[in-house]
């Protein structure tokens, strides 16, 4: 079934407000098929604007901002469920989002090699005129990389391409030693906090299935 004649019918669906395959792929691997609907925010416009902001507030407000563009589309259809994300690498205090070249990525995994970072992923969740959100947290250990594979991994492209420039599920993951919290907020979005989320807007997770 379509998942808006779903919602037709008076079923809770998910509308996820971002482009990240990573994170469709742990709704769907979890019985949750969304709808995608990237957002048309400007991340880079709204921290200029909270420039100060620690990483924890920073993705949060991120994760709102997106969620609300994309709740606008569907009104106050209280079927519709809309979540936002974002995440960050919080190093020292430091947001780590994107690296917005191979430069900056092989400068940050310097940095990180044999270090711990905090894996910030702030989730807003929207159902008609109610929304909440929260900041899940992870803390991340990274293994010691020399730079002959710092240079292969940016070679890749895949750092280019997420949060903090690593990944958990993909070729990354051998370069992380370990982890302290829940592995889904470090691949995108915290199954189990959005579990939460859903519960207090009145939202039984199998009614998503």
């Known amino acids: 079934m379509a998942r808006l004649e779903h ?3 008076g079923m809770p669906t998910l509308v996820l407000a971002s482009a990240s395959p990573a994170r ?4 769907t691997d979890a019985g949750i098929t969304p709808i995608i609907r990237v957002s048309d925010v400007d991340e880079r416009a709204l921290e200029s604007e909270i420039p100060d902001a620690a990483p924890a507030a920073l993705c949060l407000e991120l994760a709102r901002a997106k969620a609300r563009a994309v709740a606008a589309e569907f009104a106050s259809d209280p079927d519709i469920i809309v979540i936002g994300c974002d ?16 430069a ?3 400068s940050r995994w310097q940095q990180m090699s044999g270090r711990a970072g905090i894996l ?3 989730h807003w969740v929207i159902r008609g005129s109610d929304e909440l959100g929260e900041v899940a ?7 010691v990389m020399s730079d002959a594979e710092i240079d292969a991994y940016i070679a890749t492209g895949e ?4 949060a903090g420039g690593f990944t958990l599920d993909g070729l990354g993951a051998p370069f992380v030693e370990r982890i302290d919290g829940d592995p889904s907020n470090v691949i995108g979005l915290s199954l189990p906090l959005l579990r ?14």
Request: charged residues 20%; without cysteine; hydrophobic residues 50%.
């Open 196 to 209: 939460s989320l859903l519960s207090r807007l009145d939202v039984a997770w199998p009614s998503l299935w």
């Open 159 to 162: 750092p280019l391409q997420v």
């Open 24 to 27: 469709k792929r742990l709704l």
């Open 137 to 143: 947290s992870t803390t991340v250990v990274h293994g």
């Open 120 to 122: 910030r992923t702030g």
């Open 87 to 102: 995440s960050v690498l919080d190093v020292d205090g430091v947001a780590f989002g994107k690296p917005e070249d191979a």
């Open 104 to 106: 900056i990525a092989k």
């Open 7 to 9: 919602a037709a019918l």
